[in-house]
């Protein structure tokens, strides 16, 4: 960007210490999509010459962000790529003025509204007015705005376009927002038009409305019809025998199919019936009429839609569902939800802001801590209890209907051989077609058609469906939104420049890779002809795309390169000292980046990329480690995981939209709005707030539409409030062998006794199940503590668990404070004389037929944190046996100095050589026992086929044969959670934190004003802090019905005490403040500094005597002066200290400033955020 602030143009490296969060990125992404197409005309702030390459560009802003009618604004521009000199320029530069009537300013400044819908009311003509002092290819533009007395108000701005032989650049508050609604809504028309084209809900609803067609509304009477016919030779009779054959006849063994068909029948006469098809029916019309937005205006829309569907509502039409509704209903008859809809409507209708914002975070803070989420999960537990339990008997028709059609045999047969179902026969199908189930048929088609048409269709009906579902899936139409889907894709990437991309170690490939050596490896033993078996895969990082730039980039195109790798082995060897990457242009110019090892961080590297020009181009990247192969894999090491992100160190275009929205808009009041209050007050003294609304021409205005709203604005409370959210101290647990294992709390907060619960760690750190691990603890401790500070469960874990039934487990330490505050804190960690991380792994040996290589390592269990890795004691391994299966068993003592790679690691290293068996086909079971001090003993076994490999086994089951094997992924199984802790606030805690945090709507009122144009309100200050006082006032103009808006603020500090100037009159006051008279005319004098409510403590006052300097309304007096500062500590008791002060300059401005402090008049960052006393 060109500075506006003295930092040269926009090559320049500015707002580096910009911190930019993904969190607010996706916010303001968010946001846009409520906004409406602003300008049409495609403008940008730059303008290329294609054959040339020069470029033109330009930055916009005003200065005047607040102003009134009658007043003048100053617009400024700084221009780069102009013509001609500032004598003589031959570039133009105007200002379009532009009103947003559609926006209001508390909308703008409260909640971050992008202006929409302008309409240009006037042009100015701008003038150059100096090279800019960094750089003075820049020049700087100046004009002018008076805002009409006419005008109406509200919020203004300008698009400011500079034109240069025939090239324009232009800069305004809405071209960025306007680009991306653009893409947005390309997006979403593609998608629209593809959905209107392929929909298949309403062909999907009509297979449902045929089986439901059957039942010609008495589905009561269709099953007695089915089930029930009386007589010899009747239904009832029929479908008994064919129901008991399926679960008595052993030739059938279709026990899931008759259990099916029972279900069937009673669910459908039963009210889940109507539930269920209301429910369908219902989604397949709601899906069909669904208002796709094709426009961001349309998302209103769409809200109204959404909320118009009530999943609650169709979930308790269902049986069993009752305790649920009953506490669904007692929550929406709560206060607190009907203080959420309140603010919410107050939100949507631009009401009450403040309050409402406050009030919205305040219930739903209360509601998300009160019984209603704990009766609606008990009302929903109670429901799913059943399918939980697998207690088949007590589900309700629906949950059996789901149920035993989950437990079916299914065949499915592909006759054309087109990848698509042509049959699927369940087992009820199979049933129905034995002896029994013809006999029951062919009732049913003599006697009663209508259900033996119900039974074929509901045959047919998962083929129609899938029919259905293909064409809609296979329909050409969706490859039109997948290409949009993917460019608004790639130009969001673009617009935000900054990439996350992360690459890990392909296990599942490994093993693939390995079965298909395996399979093509003959006699050979598995192995290929290159013995290279270290498994290395080499880093490429997929999504490392291009990144292109637009003309709309205000900012040259810098980024920052940072690249991890874990899983290697030595910091020294393994890690090399930089790596290359190589960023290409569109003109093919290559730029090499290096991207060096940060000595303080050994697995980081950090490379810069700076582009030439802000002119549009494409950059294509290397990839930086695609011939990377560390040294230590030799040895067996893994690099298992790679990251290479990509940051902008310049704002992205998303990220610069705020500030580029905010640079060329204002405000404007058509009304006056004078808020008086006064600007320091005490605490617990009431204050009153009074505004004015006027005019030039009327004067005081009555009937006046008055929004008044008071914030405080406490930092000093900020540490204190958080605090409330979170235990007060922190919890260490102590382990060591044998059975010592007590956690220390070091606090005082916690009430009645710290609990435990010791229970077996269930999975790895990459969330794979480890629930029959034999290395996780498997008990159970549920400890009640007996102790506030702490809890010792080493005598329950010695008496009840021997050293040898240990394992790794996760503690749960659970508090509750004074206020209410529910706290735990959760470590993952092996209990005391647990061994270590084990891990057996093989591979075949390619280059000797028969050879197998076993490899068992030990490694501390850890856990990462910021700092590094901690680690955990273990106990040792006292030796090693392995049973190879074929008669022979070898027998190690592993040596645990044997440290390999890194810190509480080692490795012990077998290899077997088979005999040739006649078969070429025989298989091995090898068994390897780790066995510990204590007794403790972990078994890994593997299955080893001569000329096929090691055997694993896919998830239906199925054997396959891979080169190699291993018990456990190493870095995900020895690797552990970091320690966690957590919290759940009670009601009394989020009001505390609502009301004494840092920042609270004490009120917001609307009123009307009265003959003299006043509203007021009246403020008790509970805290110290700032009170700012915010009021817009709306007025309709007789003349023309137009709204008028005016906006006016003021704030008061609050504080405990009060302090001052004791022995200087006060002649007046200007702006609330008061005018002291010096009465000397000496040029020292000694005053008096006295302050009031604040002598029980240590306190730091601060005085500034500042001398204003009026020497361009008085040029024709010359005096100096300069400012002084002065500290003065008040002792506990002391209320006034004399300061001498020494009058350079006819006026001058003096403040104070009073903090808590210690004797030497040191404050903490709390005390100085909270000043006892301002003057």
């Known amino acids: 960007m060109i500075s506006k602030y003295g930092d040269g143009y926009l090559y320049d490296l500015i707002f580096k210490s910009v911190m930019r969060k993904a969190a607010n990125l996706l916010i303001f992404l968010m946001f846009?999509?409520?906004?409406?197409?602003?300008?049409?005309?495609?403008?940008?702030?730059?303008?290329?010459?294609?054959?040339?390459?020069?470029?033109?560009?330009?930055?916009?802003?005003?200065?005047?962000?607040?102003?009134?009618?009658?007043?003048?604004?100053?617009?400024?521009?700084?221009?780069?790529?102009?013509?001609?000199?500032?004598?003589?320029?031959?570039?133009?530069?105007?200002?379009?003025?532009?009103?947003?009537?559609?926006?209001?300013?508390?909308?703008?400044?409260?909640?971050?509204?992008?202006?929409?819908?302008?309409?240009?009311?006037?042009?100015?003509?701008?003038?150059?007015?100096?090279?800019?002092?960094?750089?003075?290819?820049?020049?700087?533009?100046?004009?002018?705005?008076?805002?009409?007395?006419?005008?109406?108000?509200?919020?203004?701005?300008?698009?400011?376009?500079?034109?240069?032989?025939?090239?324009?650049?232009?800069?305004?508050?809405?071209?960025?927002?306007?680009?991306?609604?653009?893409?947005?809504?390309?997006?979403?028309?593609?998608?629209?038009?593809?959905?209107?084209?392929?929909?298949?809900?309403?062909?999907?609803?009509?297979?449902?409305?045929?089986?439901?067609?059957?039942?010609?509304?008495?589905?009561?009477?269709?099953?007695?019809?089915?089930?029930?016919?009386?007589?010899?030779?009747?239904?009832?009779?029929?479908?008994?025998?064919?129901?008991?054959?399926?679960?008595?006849?052993?030739?059938?063994?279709?026990?899931?199919?008759?259990?099916?068909?029972?279900?069937?029948?009673?669910?459908?006469?039963?009210?889940?019936?109507?539930?269920?098809?209301?429910?369908?029916?219902?989604?397949?019309?709601?899906?069909?009429?669904?208002?796709?937005?094709?426009?961001?205006?349309?998302?209103?829309?769409?809200?109204?839609?959404?909320?118009?569907?009530?999943?609650?509502?169709?979930?308790?039409?269902?049986?069993?569902?009752?305790?649920?509704?009953?506490?669904?209903?007692?929550?929406?008859?709560?206060?607190?939800?009907?203080?959420?809809?309140?603010?919410?409507?107050?939100?949507?209708?631009?009401?009450?802001?403040?309050?409402?914002?406050?009030?919205?975070?305040?219930?739903?803070?209360?509601?998300?801590?009160?019984?209603?989420?704990?009766?609606?999960?008990?009302?929903?537990?109670?429901?799913?209890?059943?399918?939980?339990?697998?207690?088949?008997?007590?589900?309700?028709?629906?949950?059996?209907?789901?149920?035993?059609?989950?437990?079916?045999?299914?065949?499915?047969?592909?006759?054309?051989?087109?990848?698509?179902?042509?049959?699927?026969?369940?087992?009820?199908?199979?049933?129905?077609?034995?002896?029994?189930?013809?006999?029951?048929?062919?009732?049913?088609?003599?006697?009663?058609?209508?259900?033996?048409?119900?039974?074929?269709?509901?045959?047919?009906?998962?083929?129609?469906?899938?029919?259905?579902?293909?064409?809609?899936?296979?329909?050409?139409?969706?490859?039109?939104?997948?290409?949009?889907?993917?460019?608004?894709?790639?130009?969001?990437?673009?617009?935000?420049?900054?990439?996350?991309?992360?690459?890990?170690?392909?296990?599942?490939?490994?093993?693939?890779?390995?079965?298909?050596?395996?399979?093509?490896?003959?006699?050979?033993?598995?192995?290929?002809?290159?013995?290279?078996?270290?498994?290395?895969?080499?880093?490429?990082?997929?999504?490392?795309?291009?990144?292109?730039?637009?003309?709309l980039n205000k900012y040259i195109l810098d980024i920052g390169f940072e690249l991890r790798l874990h899983g290697l082995w030595d910091q020294n060897t393994d890690y090399p000292d930089d790596f290359n990457i190589t960023v290409t242009d569109s003109d093919g110019d290559i730029s090499n980046v290096l991207l060096v090892r940060n000595p303080n961080d050994w697995q980081a590297y950090f490379g810069r990329f700076t582009a030439d020009d802000i002119g549009v181009d494409t950059y294509t990247f290397s990839q930086p480690l695609e011939t990377f192969r560390p040294p230590c894999v030799d040895d067996g090491c893994t690099l298992e995981r790679a990251e290479l992100r990509i940051e902008t160190l310049q704002p992205s275009l998303i990220e610069s939209m705020p500030l580029e929205v905010m640079d060329e808009i204002f405000m404007v009041s058509a009304v006056g709005v004078i808020v008086d209050q006064d600007e320091t007050v005490l605490i617990d003294q009431p204050y009153e707030v009074e505004s004015t609304t006027y005019d030039a021409v009327d004067g005081a205005l009555f009937g006046a539409n008055v929004d008044t709203a008071v914030l405080r604005l406490s930092p000093g409370l900020g540490a204190s409030a958080i605090s409330t959210l979170s235990a007060e101290g922190g919890l260490t647990i102590t382990s060591s062998e044998p059975s010592t294992l007590v956690a220390d709390y070091d606090a005082s907060d916690a009430i009645d006794v710290l609990s435990v619960i010791v229970e077996p760690r269930s999975e790895d750190s990459e969330g794979r199940d480890l629930s029959d691990d034999q290395a996780s603890f498997s008990g159970n401790i549920d400890y009640s503590g007996d102790s506030t500070t702490g809890w010792d469960l080493s005598s329950t874990l010695g008496g009840q668990y021997s050293q040898s039934d240990r394992g790794v487990a996760v503690i749960t330490t659970n508090g509750e404070n004074a206020e209410g505050l529910q706290f735990s804190f959760i470590n993952e960690m092996p209990l005391p004389s647990t061994p270590p991380c084990t891990i057996s792994r093989g591979e075949e040996r390619g280059w000797v037929a028969n050879e197998i290589h076993l490899n068992m390592v030990y490694q501390d269990y850890y856990y990462e944190t910021d700092q590094g890795r901690y680690y955990f004691d273990p106990t040792e391994a006292t030796s090693i046996s392995i049973d190879w299966g074929d008669g022979q068993t070898t027998e190690v003592t592993p040596d645990p100095s044997a440290i390999s790679g890194m810190e509480g690691r080692y490795e012990v290293e077998e290899t077997h050589t088979y005999a040739a068996s006649p078969s070429g086909q025989e298989s091995y079971n090898i068994v390897i026992d780790h066995e510990f001090e204590h007794g403790t003993h972990y078994y890994h076994s593997a299955v080893w086929k001569e000329n096929h490999g090691f055997e694993h086994y896919d998830d239906d089951g199925n054997a396959h044969y891979d080169s190699s094997f291993q018990s456990n992924e190493e870095g995900s199984y020895c690797r552990l959670s970091e320690p966690e802790t957590s919290a759940l606030p009670s009601p009394p805690i989020i009001n505390e934190f609502i009301t004494n945090g840092p920042f609270e709507v004490m009120t917001q009122q609307l009123g009307t004003s009265d003959a003299d144009g006043k509203t007021s309100l009246t403020i008790t200050p509970p805290h110290a802090g700032a009170y700012v006082s915010i009021v817009q006032s709306e007025i309709i103009r007789a003349v023309d019905g137009e709204t008028l808006t005016g906006i006016g603020l003021n704030f008061g500090i609050a504080t405990q005490g009060s302090i001052g100037v004791a022995n200087l009159d006060i002649i007046d006051h200007f702006s609330g403040l008061p005018v002291y008279a010096a009465n000397t005319s000496q040029s020292t004098q000694s005053v008096i500094i006295e302050a009031s409510g604040i002598s029980d403590t240590h306190h730091k006052a601060i005085i500034g005597h500042i001398p204003l300097d009026l020497s361009i309304a008085f040029d024709d007096v010359d005096w100096s002066a300069e400012p002084s500062i002065q500290d003065v500590i008040f002792n506990p008791g002391e209320t006034s200290r004399s300061i001498e002060l020494t009058h350079g300059a006819p006026l001058s401005l003096i403040g104070i400033f009073t903090t808590e402090s210690d004797s030497n008049g040191e404050s903490s960052i709390d005390q100085t955020l909270t000043p006892l006393a301002v003057h």
């Open 32 to 551: 846009t999509l409520s906004l409406q197409p602003i300008i049409a005309d495609s403008v940008a702030p730059n303008d290329e010459n294609t054959q040339t390459g020069e470029i033109i560009s330009i930055d916009a802003f005003i200065t005047t962000k607040f102003t009134s009618v009658g007043d003048t604004i100053e617009i400024f521009a700084n221009t780069k790529g102009h013509s001609g000199t500032l004598s003589n320029p031959s570039t133009i530069v105007t200002a379009d003025i532009l009103h947003f009537p559609d926006n209001d300013p508390l909308g703008i400044i409260v909640q971050g509204e992008t202006p929409q819908n302008p309409v240009a009311i006037d042009t100015v003509v701008m003038q150059p007015l100096e090279y800019h002092e960094d750089d003075n290819s820049i020049m700087i533009w100046e004009g002018s705005y008076t805002v009409p007395i006419n005008s109406l108000g509200g919020v203004y701005g300008a698009s400011i376009t500079m034109e240069d032989n025939g090239r324009f650049a232009t800069d305004n508050p809405t071209q960025i927002p306007d680009k991306l609604i653009s893409e947005i809504e390309q997006l979403l028309q593609t998608i629209d038009d593809t959905w209107d084209n392929a929909n298949p809900t309403m062909d999907m609803k009509a297979v449902f409305d045929n089986l439901d067609s059957h039942g010609g509304g008495d589905w009561p009477g269709f099953v007695d019809d089915a089930t029930r016919g009386t007589g010899l030779g009747g239904s009832a009779q029929l479908w008994n025998n064919m129901i008991s054959a399926g679960y008595n006849n052993p030739a059938y063994d279709m026990n899931e199919g008759a259990k099916f068909l029972e279900a069937l029948m009673e669910f459908l006469e039963s009210t889940d019936l109507d539930a269920g098809m209301a429910f369908l029916t219902g989604l397949f019309v709601y899906g069909d009429e669904f208002p796709l937005p094709r426009s961001v205006n349309d998302f209103d829309q769409v809200a109204d839609y959404i909320s118009s569907f009530d999943p609650i509502e169709n979930f308790t039409r269902f049986a069993g569902t009752e305790d649920f509704s009953v506490a669904y209903d007692a929550m929406l008859g709560s206060n607190e939800w009907q203080a959420v809809e309140q603010a919410l409507d107050n939100l949507a209708n631009n009401t009450m802001i403040f309050e409402s914002f406050q009030t919205l975070l305040h219930n739903v803070a209360l509601l998300s801590v009160s019984t209603h989420p704990d009766a609606l999960i008990a009302g929903f537990e109670a429901w799913v209890e059943p399918l939980a339990n697998g207690d088949y008997d007590s589900m309700t028709p629906f949950q059996k209907l789901v149920v035993s059609w989950s437990e079916m045999d299914v065949t499915i047969q592909d006759l054309d051989g087109d990848d698509f179902p042509d049959s699927i026969v369940w087992e009820y199908e199979l049933l129905l077609n034995t002896t029994e189930g013809l006999q029951w048929q062919a009732k049913m088609e003599t006697d009663y058609q209508y259900i033996a048409d119900g039974f074929e269709d509901f045959n047919e009906f998962d083929i129609e469906l899938l029919t259905i579902l293909r064409d809609t899936i296979e329909d050409p139409l969706w490859e039109n939104a997948g290409e949009a889907l993917q460019d608004f894709g790639e130009w969001a990437a673009n617009a935000t420049v900054s990439r996350d991309l992360e690459w890990e170690y392909d296990w599942e490939s490994e093993e693939e890779d390995d079965s298909a050596e395996g399979d093509d490896s003959g006699g050979d033993g598995g192995g290929g002809d290159d013995g290279d078996s270290d498994r290395h895969q080499y880093v490429i990082f997929d999504d490392l795309n291009t990144l292109q730039t637009f003309e």
